[in-house]
């Protein structure tokens, strides 16, 4: 009879080969979660979800950029922010009279002695180049909303020098086009966007052509916005 065969007795090299590859695979395990937690791909999916969206609110009159057109007044900075109501488009070109909104009866048409009518300027002096940007205000003064065309048709600005008209916005307009708001009791509104003036004298025969620069000194800005003027002009200077 032959005796059991002796089992070999691993070296000790064997022993760290398997010590090493128990480390690897618990590194390799640790990696992995620590992998997961870090992408997180549950929050990549809640992301990809579709979120709503706000509908973004309608301007009651968009703004011309037409040199000359003038832009409808909408509520300023500051009256937005504390939650002045934008104007109420009433009528407009397209001969709709809106008699009523939303079941409530009609407002009177806006007087001067309902609204007050300012020329806005965005500085009182001017540096050589530097081109002076104009702009309406309006203020209800009642208690009561009334009726007031915005559109280009109805605004006028002229930029005089002592008595002497230098330029008018009615010069060289284009298409001009009426817009009835409902101003609202206690409302502040302004030009969407000022109306640049390019320091030259306009007249209805140089639209096209050349036109003689401003010479530098004191100028007056009146305004009017449907039928109503400004009180008084805004002045500045040109250098």
């Known amino acids: 009879m032959t005796s059991p065969t002796r089992r070999r007795k691993p ?6 080969r398997r010590r090493l590859a128990v480390v690897l695979l618990a590194l390799l395990i640790v990696g ?9 791909p549950w929050r990549a999916w809640a992301d990809a979800a579709p979120q709503p969206t706000a509908g973004a609110p309608a301007s009651a009159s968009p703004a011309s950029t037409s040199p000359g ?7 300023s900075g500051s009256a937005a922010a504390s939650g002045t109501p934008t104007p ?29 009518v300012s020329a806005v300027v965005d500085k009182s002096s001017y540096g050589t180049g530097e081109l002076p940007q104009l702009s309406i205000r309006l203020v209800n ?20 020098s002592g008595s002497d008209t230098w330029w008018r916005s009615t010069d060289c307009q284009t ?10 009791a206690g409302q502040t509104v302004t030009s969407a966007a000022p ?40 002045s500045f200077t040109i250098r």
Do not use: M
């Not at 057109?69 to 509520?75: D, E, I, K, L, R």
């Not at 298409?175 to 609202?184: G, N, R, W």
């Open 141 to 160: 003064d009642t208690d009561l909303p009334c009726l007031i065309n915005v559109g280009t048709a109805a605004q006028t600005f002229e930029i005089t």
């Open 32 to 40: 992995g979660i620590v992998a997961v937690v870090a992408w997180q």
């Open 88 to 116: 109420r488009v009433t009528s407009s070109a397209d001969g709709d009279t809106g008699a009523e909104h939303d079941g409530e009866p009609a407002a009177a048409p806006c007087t001067t002695g309902d609204v007050t």
């Open 175 to 184: 298409e001009p086009s009426d817009q009835v708001v409902t101003l609202d």
């Open 195 to 234: 109306i640049v003036w390019d320091r030259t004298r306009s007249s209805v025969d140089t639209c096209d052509g050349d036109r003689q620069k401003a010479l530098p000194g004191w100028y007056n800005l009146a305004v009017s916005i449907g039928g109503i003027g400004s009180v008084e002009p805004a």
């Open 69 to 75: 057109a003038g832009s409808s007044p909408t509520p």
């Open 11 to 16: 070296t000790p090299a064997v022993y760290r």
